[in-house]
Every structure is written in structure tokens, then in C-alpha cells.
């Protein structure tokens, strides 16, 4: 099975930046991954994704704002998050598709991790 870990998480203040980062257990260089948000009271939302090959999409609210990308090497997928909002607020996931899978919502995304918190104040 595959393990992802989060961290990076912590509070910062309005306009701040924070790099999360998702340490994976195993070599998933051919697997979508990704991360999405959890609010108490809400639904779920879809953060970022990357592809294999590099390709990569944004939930609305955070385009241009936020970067993912991915560490192959070092089995890390990261996030980038800049120009923080108090919205932004939540509880961040990593998560990584099935070998050979064909989803692409990372919502969908069997292998989760733990979770990590960020508060914008």
C-alpha cells in the first residue's frame, strides 16, 4: 500500500506563504497525485493535480496563487502557497491515484494521507 505523510502545515497571516510537502512511501512516478482541502462543514475541494508527465490543474480559487509540483527522486509531491487568504483556511491532503488508473479527480484518489492544517488569519 502506498503511505503518504503531510507537512508544512501551520498558521500565517493574510498575503503569507506556506510549502506544503507529501512524503510517499514508494515510487510513484507513473501515478497521478494531488492534493485537495477539507473545512469543517464543507465539502471537500480539489486543489491541484499532476500528471506524470508534469501536466498540471488548479481548483479555480486557487489559480495563480498556488503551485504543485513533484520531487521523483525524493518521492515528494509539494504545494506552493502564496498569496494565502483566511478562505484558504483548512485541513490539506495529499493523494496519489492507483497504479495504471484513469481517474483524475483527486477527490477520487484511493491513497490519502493524513492531513495537514493551514489557518490564515
Known amino acids: 500500500d502506498v503511505q503518504l505523510v503531510e507537512s508544512g502545515g501551520g498558521s500565517v497571516q493574510t498575503g503569507g506563504s506556506l510549502r506544503l510537502s507529501c512524503s510517499i512511501s514508494?515510487?510513484?512516478?507513473?501515478?497521478?497525485k494531488g492534493w485537495f482541502r477539507q473545512v469543517p462543514g464543507k465539502e471537500r475541494e480539489g486543489v491541484a493535480v499532476?500528471?506524470?508527465?508534469?501536466?498540471?490543474r488548479y481548483g479555480d480559487s486557487v489559480k495563480g496563487r498556488f503551485t504543485i509540483d513533484k520531487d521523483n527522486a525524493k518521492n515528494t509531491l509539494y504545494l506552493q502557497m502564496k498569496r494565502l487568504k483566511p478562505e484558504d483556511t483548512g485541513m490539506y491532503y495529499c493523494?496519489?491515484?492507483?497504479?495504471?488508473?484513469?481517474?483524475?479527480?483527486?477527490?477520487?484518489?484511493?491513497?490519502r494521507g493524513q492531513g495537514t492544517q493551514v489557518t490564515v488569519s
Open positions: 514508494i515510487y510513484t512516478y507513473n501515478r497521478f
Open positions: 499532476i500528471g506524470s508527465g508534469g501536466i498540471t
Open positions: 493523494a496519489a491515484e492507483q497504479l495504471y488508473g484513469t481517474c483524475r479527480d483527486v477527490l477520487e484518489f484511493p491513497a
